[in-house]
């Protein structure tokens, strides 16, 4: 195992500057390259953290001497990179959702299952506190209802309102609040779906979907998600079991037991750091706290994209 994990960026965006930035704070680990199709963000993104540009993924890992890959790339590019990568050996962390589709992601799940390839998903809710706290809470007791909401904007990025940019809301927002009712709840056996005539301004992407889910273990749900609004106005999970009723987002828990007032948790905001500690860690054979791999995030990606095609097929 290395003792200083050098890492390889595919990708400049947002997501992809803040997972340098991340990295960027641990000791052990160094930026050593950057790889975008714009040569100018990668070039800026590289700048700050002393790493090397390369225009092409393909160049970066014939060139340098990398420990692991992080993949940060819109849903729509998908595929030949993670390929590359597992081809190279490589762990590799990549940003969720996985892919636009689900045929894309099967065949990256299984190259990566024969390559035996370390592998971590950026599903963060799974190292928030409030989530710590309300896995502890429901322990021993069945949840058995849970309802999902992403209650959102329309992101100001050219693809994400195509359906062949971003694979829609559910598989590119909601798909946290979906992994987030896999862990709490179960896994998921049947959906149906519908969605809106509606879509999102310039695009194909439906305006609203709502979705029923029932789980292995006979617990019902439902999701709503849409784009409609100017701001984001609330995404998380409410999980009622016998008793208990939680209300979960990203900061905060909110937790119903009958006893008088509600209690209220506040998150600290640490998961998006603790995420790729647990990924270093592993490349590094610290432990191994990823919490997410590949196989476990094409669950939640199939979910998905099965609501995403129960709501096309009631649509046609």
Not at 206 to 218: D, I, K, P, Q, W
Not at 274 to 296: K, M, P
């Amino acid at each position: 195992m290395p003792s200083r994990c050098n890492v390889g960026l595919v990708g400049a965006g947002n997501v992809a500057a803040r997972h340098a930035d991340v990295l960027a704070e641990f000791p052990d680990v160094r930026l050593a390259a950057v790889t975008d199709l714009s040569l100018e963000r990668a070039a800026g993104l590289a700048e700050r953290h002393g790493a090397a540009v390369y225009p092409h993924h393909g160049d970066m890992l014939e060139r340098e001497r990398l420990d692991a890959v992080y993949i940060c790339l819109p849903p729509f590019a998908h595929g030949p990179v993670e390929r590359a990568v597992i081809e190279a050996g490589l762990p590799f962390f990549v940003e969720k959702p996985i892919a636009i589709d689900l045929g894309t992601a099967e065949s990256i799940a299984a190259l990566a299952r024969s390559r035996g390839v370390l592998s971590a998903v950026g599903h963060q809710w799974r190292y928030l506190d409030v989530v710590q706290r309300a896995r502890e809470l429901l322990d021993g007791r069945a949840v058995r209802l849970a309802l999902g909401h992403w209650l959102d904007k329309v992101p100001p990025v050219d693809w994400w309102g195509r359906r062949d940019g971003s694979g829609g809301q559910v598989v590119e927002q909601a798909a946290h609040v979906i992994d987030l009712a896999r862990l709490l709840v179960g896994e998921v056996a049947a959906v149906r779906a519908v969605e809106s005539e509606a879509v999102a301004p310039g695009g194909d992407v439906a305006a609203a979907t709502v979705a029923a889910l029932r789980f292995e273990n006979g617990a019902v749900g439902s999701l709503a998600a849409t784009c409609l609004l100017g701001w984001k106005h609330r995404a998380g999970l409410e999980v009622y079991a016998d008793g208990l009723a939680l209300e979960i987002s990203e900061t905060s828990l909110r937790v119903f037991d009958g006893d008088g007032e509600p209690e209220l948790v506040e998150d600290e905001g640490a998961a998006k750091r603790r995420v790729d500690r647990a990924f270093v860690d592993a490349v590094l054979g610290i432990g191994n706290d990823v919490r997410t791999d590949y196989e476990d995030a094409l669950r939640t990606h199939r979910v998905a994209c099965e609501i995403a095609a129960s709501a096309r097929e009631v649509a046609a």
